[in-house]
């Protein structure tokens, strides 16, 4: 059952006391119980990303929710400068729906930082 550091939120080695992230040490009391869950409190909601993806995909607000800013900059400049074109907004529409409904089936179930996403 994995720990996650209380301070960071970094996921902590098993039997670790101390976070290698930013050395907080764990208390005893911070350890999970047997069937107590624990969920990484930094964690990204997959339902919130998948919505943003396919309602402002072509803004990329999917993707700077979980962290791709370059990828989420390159498609709201397709968006911006493509309307020059009249084809760019059509394409990062497609590419941010795709990408919503990627999240929402689990296709992508990280962030940038690789922690899993929670339903």
């Not at 098993?14 to 990484?40: F, H, M, R």
């Not at 800013?69 to 397709?78: E, I, M, P, S, W």
Request: net charge neutral.
């Amino acid at each position: 059952m994995a720990k996650f550091c209380t301070n960071c939120g970094s996921e902590l080695k098993e039997g670790a006391d101390i976070c290698l992230n930013c050395g907080k040490i764990v208390e005893k009391s911070e350890a999970p119980q047997e069937n107590y869950k624990t969920v990484n409190p930094n964690a990204k909601s997959k339902v919130a990303a998948g919505i943003l993806g396919i309602l402002l995909g072509s803004l990329g607000v999917h993707n700077f929710y979980l962290g791709y800013t370059g990828k989420a900059v390159g498609q709201l400049l397709l968006t911006l400068v493509g309307w020059v074109i009249c084809v760019g907004p059509v394409i990062s529409s497609i590419w941010g729906l795709v990408e919503g409904i990627m999240i929402l089936s689990g296709s992508i179930d990280k962030d940038a930082t690789g922690r899993k996403l929670v339903d």
